[in-house]
């Protein structure tokens, strides 16, 4: 399958800024590339090279209504968002998202037609209790309950270790095809369409370690957190899948 490198910019980025860095994206032979942006600057992101997929970092569980400050998938929808990334631990640890609530927010997605990026992984704590896959699970089986097996081949995956983002030190190449062969086994033991499941990783992608990364067994793309924010990394990251 197509590999899919999607850059995160989380809670950054100006007008001018996103300009510049848009200025300098291009298409990449072979490789999906998706920027997920916020909210206000999806009407921006309307002018992008061409080849670039639009996407969202959350999107509200609910069709419509009376939910003040959420953002609904048909409004994402509507302007042009091919993805949007849902249960990023950014989002469970500061903002309380649950494993079922990321379920219905996977499942709004799909319902308006926008693909979700649902965020899986363990925390340094649980690694280290040896936990890792157990934790990935449950996140994982969650999801599986709200959107049922057939649904849940729709989604992208992006195993995301919490303790590598952000931090400079991404899990290694062994760490990540483990994790990434035992989702695969899992999806599959629970009557998954596995193949067809694409599965990034995320947490400290650099240009540097980009490549061995996207060899590893079963990682079939990146999620990009600080490095998508320059253009030059990002793009090397982009062509290095
Ligand atoms: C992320 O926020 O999804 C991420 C992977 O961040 P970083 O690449 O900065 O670790």
New binding site residues.
């Given amino acids: 399958m197509i590999r899919l490198v999607a850059g995160?910019w989380?809670m950054n980025g100006s007008l001018a800024a996103n300009r510049v860095l848009l200025d300098r994206l291009e298409a990449a032979p072979g490789v999906e590339i998706a920027v997920c942006v916020p909210y206000p600057y999806l009407a921006q992101l309307q002018q992008r090279p061409a080849g670039l997929a639009l996407g969202a970092q959350d999107v509200s569980e609910f069709a419509a209504g009376a939910y003040t400050g959420e953002v609904s998938a048909s409004m994402l929808a509507e302007f042009g968002c091919r993805y949007v990334?849902v249960g990023?631990?950014?989002r469970r640890a500061l903002f309380g998202e649950g494993n079922l609530a990321v379920g219905r927010k996977a499942h709004a997605a799909l319902a308006a037609g926008v693909v979700p990026i649902v965020?899986v992984g363990e925390t340094l704590a649980e690694r280290d209790a040896g936990q890792a896959m157990e934790v990935v699970g449950r996140q994982l089986a969650a999801v599986l309950e709200v959107l049922g097996a057939a649904a849940m081949s729709s989604v992208v995956l992006?195993y995301?270790p919490v303790w590598?983002?952000?931090?400079?030190r991404?899990a290694d190449v062994g760490q990540i095809a483990e994790v990434h062969g035992g989702i695969r086994a899992w999806l599959a033991a629970h009557g998954v369409d596995a193949e067809s499941v694409r599965t990034l990783y995320?947490?400290?992608?650099?240009p540097g370690n980009a490549h061995e990364i996207f060899m590893a067994a079963n990682v079939d793309g990146?999620?990009?957190?600080?490095?998508?924010l320059e253009a030059g990394d990002f793009m090397a990251i982009c062509r290095a899948a």
């Fill in positions: 995160n989380k990334i990023h631990s950014e965020c992006a995301e590598a983002i952000g931090s400079g991404s995320g947490g400290s992608v650099k990146g999620l990009i957190g600080g490095a998508s």
